[in-house]
């Protein structure tokens, strides 16, 4: 069992930056695979970022691609995800995920985690 709690949502203009924060507790934390997504009302959950157990590999969309960076501390059970020159098509909630599973392409396919966050809200202001 795992749980996640994000923090570090905000509203933020265009341009600026926010680290989002995920605290994980459970002790197979470390061999899970870790994964951002985003949604928006009306609108399916959409992958981010992923990152392996290791820390070593990382998949990310191509919208956020040299502007987010997906990191883990598994010693402290932390996840983040730094965001740089944010956009307004950037607002979402943006939720925490653990998935048992080995790394793949499957990483980008939310109905393969396990376990979610609550999600936090961040806001790009133009």
């Known amino acids: 069992q795992v749980q996640l709690v994000e923090s570090g949502g905000a509203l933020v203009q265009a341009g600026g930056s926010l680290r989002l924060s995920c605290t994980a507790s459970g002790r197979t934390f470390r061999t899970y695979t870790m994964g951002w997504f985003r949604q928006n009302p009306g609108k399916e959950r959409e992958f981010v970022a992923g990152?392996?157990?290791?820390?070593?590999?990382?998949y990310y969309t191509d919208s956020v691609k040299d502007r987010f960076t997906i990191s883990r501390d598994n010693g402290e059970s932390m996840v983040y995800l730094q965001m740089n020159s944010l956009k307004p098509e950037d607002t979402a909630v943006y939720y925490c995920?653990?998935?048992?599973?080995?790394?793949?392409?499957?990483?980008?396919?939310?109905?393969?985690?396990?376990?979610w966050g609550q999600g936090t809200q961040v806001t790009v202001s133009s």
């Open positions: 995920a653990a998935a048992d599973l080995a790394w793949s392409m499957s990483v980008v396919n939310p109905t393969r985690y396990d376990y």
């Open positions: 990152i392996n157990w290791t820390g070593d590999l990382t």
